[in-house]
């Protein structure tokens, strides 16, 4: 199975902060990663997939990059409402595998 | 309105057994594999099973934590998908999410149901 490797595990960032989580796969996988915005007491949802195209109605402040192995989701410009735990999943090798998560909190 | 709402959660004692379903609307259920992703206390994501659509004829993923204890099954008449939980061992405490993979990701999750497996 691949290995999803996030970091890093918590974050502390201030509002208007720019965030940056990064997303290390054990083997290459070819940009079929996705992100996903878990805020407290909520399930998961979609932010980005395909490693950088935005999911419906997710605002402009979430960016992804990467390729190969490394990859990242960037929050421009935070908010409150983005505190939230974010997870990393690669779709190129079954089983579709999970990162640890990013627990993202205001300072 | 995609939703997913998922039912029949419940505690359970070591190696009992519990049968979670699924029911969803809002969305063309008959073309998309639908999956049941778990989250332990605190924890992280795990994939727990999967099954595809009757085009890739129904074929069914499971972690190797469950195989051979637990069973998805999905009836395309009904738009619903089961999880068919035997033999549960203390570890397979968790938020279960039923979720619909429109992509090869996971697009919409329900709300979640817990299982506590305890003696």
């Known amino acids: 199975d691949i290995q999803m490797t996030q970091s890093p595990a918590s974050l502390s960032a201030s509002l208007g902060e720019t965030v940056t989580i990064e997303c290390r796969a054990s083997?290459?996988?070819?940009?079929?990663l996705a992100w996903y915005q878990q805020k407290p007491g909520n399930s998961p949802q979609l932010l980005i997939y395909?490693?950088?195209s935005l999911a419906d109605g997710v605002p402009s402040r979430f960016s992804g990059s990467g390729s190969g192995t490394q990859y990242s989701l960037k929050i421009n410009s935070l908010q409150s409402e983005d505190v939230a735990s974010y997870f990393c999943?690669?779709?190129?090798?079954?089983?579709?595998?999970f990162g640890g998560g990013t627990k993202l909190e205001l300072k | 309105e995609v939703q997913l709402v998922e039912s029949g959660g419940g505690l359970v004692q070591p190696k009992g057994s519990l049968k979670l379903s699924c029911a969803a609307s809002?969305?063309?259920?008959?073309?998309?594999?639908m999956s049941w992703v778990r989250q332990a206390p605190g924890k992280g994501l795990d994939l727990v099973a999967d099954i595809s659509s009757k085009s890739y004829n129904y074929a069914t993923y499971y972690a190797d934590s469950v195989k051979d204890r637990f069973t998805i099954s999905r009836d395309d008449s009904q738009s619903m998908v089961y999880l068919q939980m035997d033999n549960l061992k203390t570890e397979d405490t968790a938020l279960y999410y039923c979720t619909v993979e429109v992509g090869d990701y996971f697009d919409y999750w329900g709300q979640g149901v817990m299982v506590t497996v305890s003696s």
């Open positions: 999943q690669q779709y190129n090798n079954y089983p579709w595998t």
């Open positions: 395909d490693a950088n």
């Open positions: 083997e290459d996988i070819y940009s079929n």
């Open positions: 809002g969305f063309d259920f008959n073309s998309y594999g």
